[in-house]
């Protein structure tokens, strides 16, 4: 079975501010270039997509890595990613989640393999609760149960590519892929993440990057 990462790396970093996320560094390395170098060893190719008129010469990535022009949402990219390859397995990663444990990733591709569709994801730790209006204390919400989705999530490529058909047709625009194959109505297996696996969205995220760098290189 023939494996891909595909690395949707073509977002603007509209909230972090520092133009494309994906060419922002820590610790001296670009976070596209971590989350290339976490998936290099575990696949036999790695495609990116970028935002229009940006490439990957710039970036000292590792390796035999491709890439692509990415759409205007993260689905878009996706998409075309999937489109771009012919894997029979894929691991969909953002770029801007630098820290992979090589186990997790691992754990995701083989239940990918085995059962069509998995994603890393951590069970939620803080108390949860729905606004009753602006910055009012409404509902309590339990968290037995509940999982903060993460990625990589892996799919047999050709049962992604139905799931992303299906929701273009209806018109849904999701922000994972795990959720497009779940409104099949198939299962998707939960693998135990990792909390270094946040995704890098906002100044503060990139405090703890800039951080955890430092560990993560050592
Ligand atoms: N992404 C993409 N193509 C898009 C939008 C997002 O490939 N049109 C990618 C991003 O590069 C990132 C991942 O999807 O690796 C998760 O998206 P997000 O964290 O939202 O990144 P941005 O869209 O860049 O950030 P923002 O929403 O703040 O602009
Ligand atoms: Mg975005």
Not at 29 to 35: F, G, I, Q
Not at 44 to 61: C, I, K, Q, S, T
Not at 128 to 154: I, K, M, Y
Not at 184 to 209: E, H, N, S, W, Y
């Amino acid at each position: 079975q023939r494996t891909a990462a595909l690395i949707p790396a073509a977002g603007l970093g509209t909230r972090l501010g520092q133009g494309p996320k994906a060419f922002v560094t820590v610790g001296g390395l670009s976070l596209l270039a971590r989350s290339v170098a976490a998936l290099a060893p575990l696949v036999d190719e790695v495609v990116v997509a970028l935002p229009d008129g940006y490439a990957l010469h710039d970036l000292n990535l590792p390796g035999d890595v491709r890439a692509i022009t990415g759409g205007a949402t993260r689905q878009a990219s996706v998409l075309a990613l999937l489109q771009a390859s012919e894997a029979d397995v894929v691991l969909i990663h953002d770029a801007a989640r630098p820290f992979l444990p090589p186990s997790v990733g691992e754990a995701v591709k083989a239940a990918a393999a085995q059962t069509g569709a998995a994603t890393a994801a951590l069970p939620v730790a803080d108390t949860l609760v729905r606004q009753a209006g602006p910055n009012l204390w409404g509902q309590l919400t339990s968290r037995e149960g509940l999982w903060a989705v993460q990625t990589p999530q892996g799919f047999r490529r050709e049962l992604l590519l139905e799931a992303h058909r299906a929701a273009e047709k209806s018109g849904i625009q999701a922000t994972d892929d795990a959720g497009l194959v779940a409104r099949l109505g198939l299962p998707v297996a939960l693998i135990l993440g990792d909390a270094r696996l946040f995704k890098v969205t906002t100044p503060g995220d990139l405090i703890l990057a800039k951080a955890l760098a430092r560990l993560w290189d050592a």
